[in-house]
């Protein structure tokens, strides 16, 4: 069966979800779940980019 992954990268956490056709219905589950966060860096917000990479990496091992 063929599966695919989306990954969502949202405003407080990311997660990774597979889904599925099965019987002509696409079928999901949630795989990896992880917090997402803004950081202060020379006064700037910004997104934590190596954090959110290797959270990123870690939920395509679970998928795997």
Not at 12 to 25: A, F, N, P
Not at 31 to 54: S, T, V
Request: proline share 2%; net charge neutral; hydrophobic share 40%.
């Amino acid at each position: 069966m063929q599966s695919f992954l989306a990954i969502d990268i949202g405003a407080s956490s990311g997660r990774h979800i597979v889904g599925r056709l099965e019987s002509g219905k696409l079928q999901t589950q949630e795989i990896y779940r992880f917090p997402n966060w803004m950081a202060q860096n020379e006064g700037h917000l910004c997104w934590d980019l190596d954090f959110l990479w290797n959270h990123i990496l870690e939920g395509m091992r679970r998928c795997k």
